[in-house]
């Protein structure tokens, strides 16, 4: 099986304000997207199993214009807290390139 960061053209975490945590995956094109797509390997179930947070608090935006998917989650601690480790979140991308895609046909 292929990585994600094999089929992605981007991945990256950012805040999204500073109580949510965004992540992009983009492709370099529909067909890679559309395969990832429908892999169902980014799902609520995966990424709660993976991010360690409620599958409720999961939000996940597929997004074809920009063969992108978007996925936004709660911060476990609020941007800027004394506890927080990441000010900006554009470190917390690491755990989705492992994610195992299936070969492309």
Not at 40 to 62: C, K, P, Y
Not at 86 to 99: A, E, H, K, S, T
Request: with cysteine; proline share 7%.
């Amino acid at each position: 099986m292929a990585k994600l960061r094999d089929v992605a053209k981007l991945i990256r975490s950012k805040n999204a304000g500073a109580f949510q945590l965004t992540y992009d995956i983009m492709f370099p094109d529909r067909r890679s997207y559309d395969h990832v797509v429908a892999s169902g390997v980014i799902s609520q179930q995966s990424m709660s199993e993976l991010l360690h947070v409620a599958q409720s608090d999961i939000q996940i935006f597929n997004y074809e214009p920009a063969n992108a998917i978007k996925i936004s989650i709660p911060r476990l601690v609020s941007a800027g807290d004394p506890a927080d480790t990441d000010l900006f979140g554009c470190q917390q991308f690491g755990p989705l390139v492992d994610i195992e895609v299936p070969p492309l046909a």
